[in-house]
C-alpha cells in the first residue's frame, strides 16, 4: 500500500473492501500494511451485515482480532444481519483466546444478544464451554440470568445438556435464580430431570432455595415426569426431598405414584 493517492476503501459489489477480504482469509501481513494507513475504515460492513473485525471472530484468527483490537477507531459493538456481536459470533465458535481478548476491553458489553434473544453467555452454557463461561462471568457487568426468547436462561441451557461444570460455575454466582421458567413452564430442574441428567439433578436439588416441586404448562411435576421409563436414578433423588409430593396431580389428575404404577415401577 505504498500508494498513498489510492483508496483503499473502496468496496466491490458485495462491499467488500481490502481490508475486510483479508480479515476473512486470514491474512495478517496484508491487514498490518492496510491498518498502518489512518484512511483505512474498520467499521465497512459488506453485504451480510459483516465489519472485518466480526469476520475475523468468526474464524478465530487471533493475529487479526488483535491488530484490529489495537486500532481505537472501530465499533467493537457492531451487530452483523442476525444481530449477533463480534464476541458471540467468538463464543459460539468456541474461540476462547478471541473471546478473552474482546473481554478485555470495556466498551465490548457481554449481554448483548442476538434476534433470539441468545448471549454469549447463554451460547457457552448450551456448548459445555468451562472456560469461555468462567470468563464471561468473572465481568462484573454481566447479567447471568437473561432469558432466551423462549425463556430459557444459561442455566437452564446447561442444565438441559447435562453440563454439570458449567451448572456448578453459573451457580457460584450468588445472584443466579435456580427457578426461573421458561415458555413451557420449565424451571432448570425440570430440565435435568427430563433429560434425565442425574447429575445436574443432584447439584440443583441440594439447593436451599430450589423449588422442588415446579410443574410444567400440563400440572406436570418433575416426579410425575421421573416416573416414566428410564428416569429411575432422578425419581430417587427427588423422592429423597422431604418435601416433593408424590401425591400431586397433573391438570389431567394423574399422580407420580399413579404413572409409576403403569409404567410397571413397583418400588415407587
Not at 57 to 81: I, P, Q, T, Y
Not at 215 to 239: I, M, N
Request: include cysteine; charged fraction near 30%; proline fraction near 4%.
Amino acid at each position: 500500500m505504498e500508494r498513498w493517492d489510492l483508496d483503499p476503501n473502496i468496496t466491490d459489489d458485495r462491499g467488500e473492501t481490502q481490508l475486510s477480504w483479508a480479515a476473512r482469509g486470514g491474512r495478517e501481513e496484508v491487514v498490518k500494511m492496510l491498518l498502518e494507513r489512518n484512511d483505512v475504515n474498520l467499521n465497512t460492513v459488506r453485504v451480510g451485515g459483516e465489519t472485518p473485525l466480526f469476520r475475523a471472530a468468526w474464524n478465530g484468527d487471533e493475529g487479526v482480532v488483535k491488530m484490529l483490537l489495537e486500532r481505537n477507531d472501530f465499533n467493537s459493538c457492531h451487530k452483523e444481519g442476525s444481530s449477533q456481536t463480534s464476541l458471540l459470533i467468538a463464543t459460539w465458535e468456541g474461540h476462547e483466546g478471541i473471546v478473552n481478548m474482546l473481554l478485555e476491553r470495556e466498551d465490548v458489553n457481554p449481554n448483548t444478544a442476538d434476534n433470539y434473544g441468545e448471549t454469549p453467555l447463554s451460547r457457552a452454557a448450551f456448548e459445555g464451554d468451562n472456560g469461555v463461561v468462567k470468563r464471561l462471568l468473572e465481568r462484573n457487568d454481566i447479567n447471568p440470568n437473561i432469558a432466551s426468547g423462549s425463556g430459557e436462561t444459561p442455566l437452564t441451557r446447561a442444565a438441559w445438556k447435562g453440563h454439570e461444570g458449567v451448572v456448578k460455575i453459573v451457580l457460584e454466582r450468588g445472584e443466579v435464580n435456580p427457578n426461573t421458567i421458561n415458555s413451557d413452564g420449565e424451571t432448570p430442574l425440570a430440565r435435568a430431570a427430563w433429560s434425565r441428567h442425574e447429575g445436574v439433578v443432584k447439584i440443583l436439588i441440594e439447593l436451599n432455595d430450589i423449588n422442588a416441586n415446579p410443574r410444567d404448562r400440563d400440572g406436570r411435576t418433575r416426579l410425575s415426569v421421573a416416573a416414566c421409563p428410564g428416569h429411575e436414578e432422578v425419581l430417587k433423588l427427588l423422592l429423597e426431598r422431604g418435601d416433593v409430593n408424590p401425591k400431586t396431580a397433573d391438570d389431567s389428575g394423574e399422580t407420580p405414584h399413579s404413572r409409576a404404577a403403569y409404567e410397571g415401577h413397583e418400588g415407587a
